[in-house]
């Protein structure tokens, strides 16, 4: 083969012919020093770009897909350098290809070496040349955020944790996809605890355990994505509320979370420690409690809950009791009855006390029941649980002042052998006696550790309730003594006994039935007793304590119903033939009618369509006249109160699946309304 036409093959140069006579060495020299230069600029100009391409690469596979969007403006510029470079490579090997397979007298170990070395080269960088551009607009992952409490916080249940996907939101609305719903499952059931619009929910973890905490975001596109989050709480003790805790304002202490579900799992005593000083402060059967703090700083609480099967568990948690905020303006609460701790149920009357003038007051009740608004407001309390009732007032600037109430619903003492000891006797829990009256009771049983004392409205003069009643009532009318009773276990008895102070002995009298009730009032009066010796009577004159000279003359019975609530002074006023006259007059206490709405339903699980139900509101307080039943899926029903007690039901058939808000409003006559309302799940 003649040196001067040997072919160089992919840079690769045949050795010469060392016999070939025609082969100088000193050119020989010289052709193998500038093929390795040429070999060397070659690989300059291709390597150096090349080992740029994929250093760009890989930056950019470290920082994309971004959910910041920091970086996302790169993604227009690598998609036109990859498809550049990967097109260059593209050419390249072809060109090298060809030229190889031009070298038809290049040994074929020569030729397929340059073959390896050429795909070695340019796939890498083709490959990069697609992959990249294919991986970094890709969605970047979305995540769930942990917004409250802070980081590095101790997670101890019950506690409160705040979950966010607002971040994630804005990754996708920057993709050009807006979300529409949030559907929450925050204990990790399968289930969907809430649904919201705003990318924010917050739930309440009572025990300690692992939470698969996910969030599935409904997007505009009809797509949907999910989010999930391990949450593992660790450790939990007893719960408190508020979870700001105040001096001088009672916290409300609970253990009820860490009893097991275990029938033969009972509790024979919890000891609270509200000191520091290793002595129990309170003990009872009772799984709450409360305590007021009375200097601000760290309180360290200890409980102890001992069962009866001998065994017993030990929490302890530090609270930083603070000073509340003040109110812009003075609010208190007044309640009847005073003394709030009775078993269910336990009807109160709340009223706000307040020299300012008001633009609302809202009323919480803490049982999951709406809002009330008023400054007079009633309230049943059916479970046992210790309540914190609060009150919001806004006056007219809009400045909100706060107040608390506790109503703590108890399991009910039972005194078999209660007796009575004092100036009057008790039959049939009444007791009646001729005004002026002093009464004087003291009740007596065996059962140890119990505490008694008294409440006594509308006495006259009230020297003692504690065990011992002394009070005086000058009036005549029909009273309502109460004996209160507590036992070592938080266990309480609410007594009430009935004091008929009759008139005292006089000529003109007259009886009326009753003498008080809920508007409107029917009474019937009766004066057929009254005489005056010597003289005869010619006419009855009675005064409802209606309007002032609004009078009704009549015989010696009257019937009168009074439509509204208050107290009215009844005047009876008799005249004789000779013109005397003689006077009497009984109080009537008319009250507001008290509306509780509540309905019971015939099924409650395993309902699937069509479904027919019987909503039942026999439960239901006070006198309606109309009951108004909204279904839930467009249907209502309204039917009149006074039909037979075996009528007082609703019957409805839902057609479709769904969930269904069923809701029940009853009105009195007098346009008070209340409301209660039940979820339907229909499958």
Same mark, same amino acid.
């Given at each position: 083969?003649?040196?001067?036409?040997?072919?160089?093959?992919?840079?690769?140069?045949?050795?010469?012919?060392?016999?070939?006579?025609?082969?100088?060495?000193?050119?020989?020299?010289?052709?193998?020093?500038?093929?390795?230069?040429?070999?060397?600029?070659?690989?300059?100009?291709?390597?150096?770009?090349?080992?740029?391409?994929?250093?760009?690469?890989?930056?950019?596979?470290?920082?994309?897909?971004?959910?910041?969007?920091?970086?996302?403006?790169?993604?227009?510029?690598?998609?036109?350098?990859?498809?550049?470079?990967?097109?260059?490579?593209?050419?390249?090997?072809?060109?090298?290809?060809?030229?190889?397979?031009?070298?038809?007298?290049?040994?074929?170990?020569?030729?397929?070496?340059?073959?390896?070395?050429?795909?070695?080269?340019?796939?890498?960088?083709?490959?990069?040349?697609?992959?990249?551009?294919?991986?970094?607009?890709?969605?970047?992952?979305?995540?769930?955020?942990?917004?409250?409490?802070?980081?590095?916080?101790?997670?101890?249940?019950?506690?409160?944790?705040?979950?966010?996907?607002?971040?994630?939101?804005?990754?996708?609305?920057?993709?050009?996809?807006?979300?529409?719903?949030?559907?929450?499952?925050?204990?990790?059931?399968?289930?969907?605890?809430?649904?919201?619009?705003?990318?924010?929910?917050?739930?309440?973890?009572?025990?300690?355990?692992?939470?698969?905490?996910?969030?599935?975001?409904?997007?505009?596109?009809?797509?949907?994505?999910?989010?999930?989050?391990?949450?593992?709480?660790?450790?939990?003790?007893?719960?408190?509320?508020?979870?700001?805790?105040?001096?001088?304002?009672?916290?409300?202490?609970?253990?009820?979370?860490?009893?097991?579900?275990?029938?033969?799992?009972?509790?024979?005593?919890?000891?609270?420690?509200?000191?520091?000083?290793?002595?129990?402060?309170?003990?009872?059967?009772?799984?709450?409690?409360?305590?007021?703090?009375?200097?601000?700083?760290?309180?360290?609480?200890?409980?102890?809950?001992?069962?009866?099967?001998?065994?017993?568990?030990?929490?302890?948690?530090?609270?930083?009791?603070?000073?509340?905020?003040?109110?812009?303006?003075?609010?208190?609460?007044?309640?009847?009855?005073?003394?709030?701790?009775?078993?269910?149920?336990?009807?109160?009357?709340?009223?706000?006390? $307040?020299?300012? !003038? +008001?633009? #609302?007051?809202? *009323?919480?009740?803490?049982?999951? %029941?709406?809002?009330? &608004?008023? =400054?007079?407001?009633?309230?049943?309390?059916?479970?046992?649980?210790?309540?914190?009732?609060?009150?919001?007032?806004?006056?007219?600037?809009?400045?909100?002042?706060?107040?608390?109430?506790?109503?703590?619903?108890?399991?009910?003492?039972?005194?078999?052998?209660?007796?009575?000891?004092?100036?009057?006797?008790?039959?049939?829990?009444?007791?009646?006696?001729?005004?002026?009256?002093?009464?004087?009771?003291?009740?007596? $049983?065996?059962? !140890? +550790?119990? #505490?008694?004392? *008294?409440?006594?409205?509308?006495? %006259?003069?009230?020297? &003692?309730? =504690?065990?011992?009643?002394?009070?005086?009532?000058?009036?005549?009318?029909?009273?309502?003594?109460?004996?209160?009773?507590?036992?070592?276990?938080?266990?309480?008895?609410?007594?009430?006994?009935?004091?008929?102070?009759?008139?005292?002995?006089?000529?003109?009298?007259?009886?009326?039935?009753?003498?008080?009730?809920?508007?409107?009032?029917?009474?019937?009066?009766?004066?057929?007793?009254?005489?005056?010796?010597?003289? $005869?009577?010619?006419?009855?004159?009675?005064?409802?304590?209606?309007?002032?000279?609004?009078?009704?003359?009549?015989?010696?019975?009257?019937?009168?119903?009074?439509?509204?609530?208050?107290?009215?002074?009844?005047?009876?006023?008799?005249?004789?033939?000779?013109?005397?006259?003689?006077?009497?007059?009984?109080?009537?206490?008319?009250?507001?009618?008290?509306?509780?709405?509540?309905?019971?339903?015939?099924?409650?699980?395993?309902?699937?369509?069509?479904?027919?139900?019987?909503?039942?509101?026999?439960?239901?307080?006070?006198?309606?006249?109309?009951?108004?039943?909204?279904?839930?899926?467009?249907?209502?029903?309204?039917?009149?109160?006074?039909?037979?007690?075996?009528?007082?039901?609703?019957?409805?058939?839902?057609?479709?699946?769904?969930?269904?808000?069923?809701?029940?409003?009853?009105?009195?006559?007098?346009?008070?309304?209340?409301?209660?309302?039940?979820?339907?799940?229909?499958?």
């Amino acid at each position: 083969m003649d040196p001067e036409t040997t072919t160089n093959v992919d840079g690769i140069t045949p050795s010469p012919n060392e016999g070939d006579p025609k082969v100088d060495p000193i050119s020989k020299e010289k052709k193998a020093g500038a093929v390795s230069s040429a070999r060397f600029a070659l690989l300059t100009l291709v390597g150096i770009p090349y080992v740029i391409y994929i250093a760009w690469s890989l930056f950019l596979l470290s920082v994309l897909p971004d959910g910041s969007g920091k970086w996302d403006y790169l993604i227009a510029y690598e998609k036109l350098i990859s498809m550049s470079f990967g097109m260059a490579l593209v050419l390249a090997g072809l060109f090298a290809i060809l030229r190889i397979g031009k070298a038809s007298g290049a040994a074929d170990r020569v030729r397929y070496g340059g073959f390896f070395r050429i795909v070695l080269f340019i796939v890498p960088g083709i490959a990069l040349s697609g992959f990249v551009p294919y991986w970094i607009v890709q969605e970047p992952p979305l995540p769930l955020i942990i917004s409250s409490p802070a980081p590095g916080t101790e997670y101890v249940a019950p506690l409160s944790i705040s979950y966010s996907a607002e971040e994630a939101s804005a990754i996708l609305k920057r993709r050009g996809i807006n979300t529409k719903t949030y559907k929450w499952d925050l204990s990790g059931d399968g289930n969907f605890d809430q649904e919201t619009v705003t990318p924010e929910s917050t739930a309440y973890y009572d025990r300690q355990g692992g939470y698969n905490v996910s969030v599935t975001l409904e997007l505009s596109d009809g797509s949907t994505r999910t989010i999930q989050k391990r949450m593992v709480i660790p450790q939990a003790v007893f719960s408190y509320k508020p979870f700001i805790p105040v001096v001088d304002e009672p916290i409300v202490f609970s253990v009820s979370h860490l009893i097991p579900d275990e029938r033969n799992y009972e509790v024979r005593e919890v000891q609270w420690d509200f000191n520091e000083d290793g002595i129990p402060d309170e003990s009872s059967i009772s799984l709450e409690t409360t305590h007021t703090f009375l200097k601000t700083g760290p309180q360290r609480v200890t409980v102890t809950i001992l069962n009866t099967n001998q065994t017993q568990q030990q929490y302890f948690r530090v609270l930083d009791i603070q000073n509340p905020l003040p109110n812009p303006f003075p609010v208190s609460i007044e309640t009847v009855p005073t003394f709030l701790e009775s078993p269910p149920p336990f009807q109160v009357v709340f009223r706000l006390v $307040t020299d300012e !003038p +008001l633009q #609302d007051v809202k *009323w919480d009740f803490d049982d999951s %029941s709406p809002e009330e &608004s008023g =400054d007079r407001v009633g309230h049943t309390f059916r479970s046992r649980k210790v309540y914190q009732v609060k009150a919001k007032a806004r006056n007219q600037n809009g400045e909100i002042s706060k107040a608390v109430k506790l109503v703590k619903i108890v399991e009910k003492l039972t005194i078999p052998d209660l007796t009575f000891d004092g100036s009057h006797q008790v039959n049939g829990n009444t007791i009646i006696a001729e005004a002026p009256v002093a009464i004087t009771l003291t009740p007596s $049983t065996i059962m !140890p +550790l119990v #505490d008694f004392w *008294w409440e006594a409205p509308k006495a %006259s003069q009230v020297t &003692s309730t =504690d065990t011992t009643l002394k009070a005086i009532f000058r009036e005549e009318g029909a009273y309502t003594l109460v004996l209160l009773a507590k036992d070592a276990e938080g266990r309480v008895l609410r007594q009430p006994i009935k004091l008929e102070v009759k008139p005292k002995t006089q000529f003109v009298t007259f009886a009326l039935k009753p003498a008080q009730g809920i508007a409107p009032l029917t009474v019937q009066f009766d004066a057929s007793e009254s005489f005056i010796p010597g003289e $005869t009577i010619n006419g009855f004159i009675w005064n409802f304590g209606l309007e002032e000279g609004a009078q009704t003359f009549g015989d010696g019975h009257a019937t009168h119903v009074f439509d509204k609530p208050g107290e009215y002074q009844v005047s009876l006023t008799v005249r004789t033939e000779s013109g005397r006259s003689e006077q009497a007059t009984k109080t009537v206490v008319v009250r507001a009618p008290f509306l509780d709405a509540c309905f019971t339903k015939s099924r409650s699980s395993g309902i699937k369509a069509p479904a027919g139900i019987r909503f039942f509101w026999e439960c239901s307080t006070g006198s309606p006249k109309k009951v108004v039943w909204n279904f839930g899926d467009g249907a209502e029903s309204e039917s009149d109160s006074e039909a037979a007690p075996s009528d007082r039901y609703a019957d409805h058939v839902f057609e479709k699946p769904g969930v269904f808000s069923v809701q029940l409003t009853i009105e009195n006559a007098n346009g008070s309304k209340s409301t209660s309302t039940q979820t339907i799940t229909v499958e």
